[in-house]
């Protein structure tokens, strides 16, 4: 029986080593990419804290991208919900002055593209859609 308790014992811990390896790298990534989009809605003049709140974050993210909120509908249509969230990283992307080369990073690359996105000094959040808002006179 001590045999069988030891052996369960140790495959318990090897399971749990494994669980670390795996869940603590997802949680630095889930908290990059948090804080990340964090700096994103407020470099776009949006609340930060928006992020963590489900649905509202993405309404808030379509009026970054110069959409209206009742176009989060278009997420419940199978095959267009693709597309659809396509255009709105699309739309992110010209809303900060990148281009589709940056589109297609924060589509495949997104660890790398959205910490660019937010962090870089360089990289300014021009308008809804990359319109520049008229300067007041």
């Known amino acids: 029986m001590n045999e069988e308790n030891a052996m369960n014992n140790a495959m318990a811990h090897n399971i749990m080593a494994m669980l670390g390896v795996i869940l603590i790298p997802l949680l630095l990534i889930s908290l990059l990419m948090i804080i990340s989009q964090w700096v994103i809605y407020t470099k776009a003049g949006k609340p930060g804290w928006a992020i963590l709140v489900p649905i509202y974050n993405f309404i808030v993210m379509l ?19 693709i597309i659809f969230a396509i255009q709105v990283i699309h739309g992110l992307s010209k809303s900060f002055g990148k281009d589709a080369g940056f589109t297609v990073g924060l589509i495949f690359l997104g660890i790398i593209f959205y910490p660019m996105l937010a962090f870089s000094k360089s990289i300014q959040y021009v308008g809804p859609g990359g319109v520049a808002a008229p300067a007041a006179q």
């Open 63 to 81: 009026q970054i991208v110069g959409r209206p909120w009742y176009h989060m509908f278009f997420l419940l249509i199978p095959i267009y919900n």
